[in-house]
């Protein structure tokens, strides 16, 4: 009897020292497992020799796939790049830096064969800074008092998905993923599993905090147009205070005089009407980027190389 494949997506970016160790991780606990196993490592435009460290696994493994992309596309490119290629009954998303412990695999695979459609790995901010985990919390709070799906705090990327769920997924085709909401968007039944943070052994984080800010944005505007009704209503606000202030000032006129007008009051309102304005104006600019963006229908990455030549699907629906 032929046993069922399961596909892990390692999306990889200047990991040349943890891949050989993400690989040996990896093989001893999905070996003992009644699962053929596929390794995918996405290579994002790394800088240093992931890519040869890769290939080197790949000739002396059948099971170790790899894509390689011309630049660096991002993780979501890279993880929509394994979601594309992979031909399992079952899909795992880990990344390669060894913080997505791969001692959960077997607790994710017994989920899965529970009937959950999503096995979804959950981790403490145990280790962080009293401040990241002030900012984090903070966010999801904001976030899903906005946004049109949940987002749980510490669930990212790290889950299974069963193949109807990788299938809905890639029915969607825009620009500007932000896969967190997305595989809350489509819903199925889901599982969560906890694990205990675990810091990266070797190499650098490749989140800034600018990175994380520009994150937080793509969440906040890619799940609801509420920005844009805050406009609305920010300037509605502001257009009643105007004119409130116009008849205060005009009943004013009526019963004192013409006085000379004074400069705090002049200079506070063009900053706080300027400032609004401009607010608003970059709320409104996001959404027209995404647009923009949209409407050019560029590919989400291009292949640099890859020893992946069957690209056809044996489980996609038609």
Partial sequence: MNKSLISLILPSFNEEKNIPMIYEAIHNQMEPLSYNYELIFIDDGSQDHTLESIQMLA???DQVKYISFTRNFGKEAAM?????????EAVIILD??????????PAMVEGYEEGYD??????????ESPLRKALSSTFYKIINQLVDVTLENGIGD?????????????????????SKGLFSWVGYEEKVINYENVSRQEGDSKWSFSKLLNY??????????????????AGLLTLLLSLGYISFIFIEIIRTGIAVPGYFSTISA?????????????????????????????????????NIHDTKDQFTQQ
């Fill in 96 to 105: 390669a830096d060894l913080q997505h412990p791969s001692s959960l695999l």
């Fill in 118 to 127: 999503q096995v979804i790995a959950r981790r403490t901010r145990t280790g």
């Fill in 216 to 233: 937080a944005i793509d969440g906040l505007v890619s799940f609801n147009t509420k920005p844009l009704r805050v406009c609305f209503y």
């Fill in 59 to 61: 000739s002396a493994h």
């Fill in 158 to 178: 790290f889950r299974l998905l069963s193949r109807d769920v990788v299938n809905d997924i890639l029915k969607l085709s825009e620009g500007n993923r932000f």
């Fill in 80 to 88: 929509l790049a394994g979601l594309e290629k992979s031909k399992g």
């Fill in 270 to 306: 063009i900053l706080f009407l300027g400032g609004v304005q401009l607010l608003s104006l970059g709320v409104v600019g996001e959404y027209i980027g995404r647009i923009y963006n949209e409407v050019k229908r560029r590919p989400h990455y291009l292949v640099k190389d890859t």
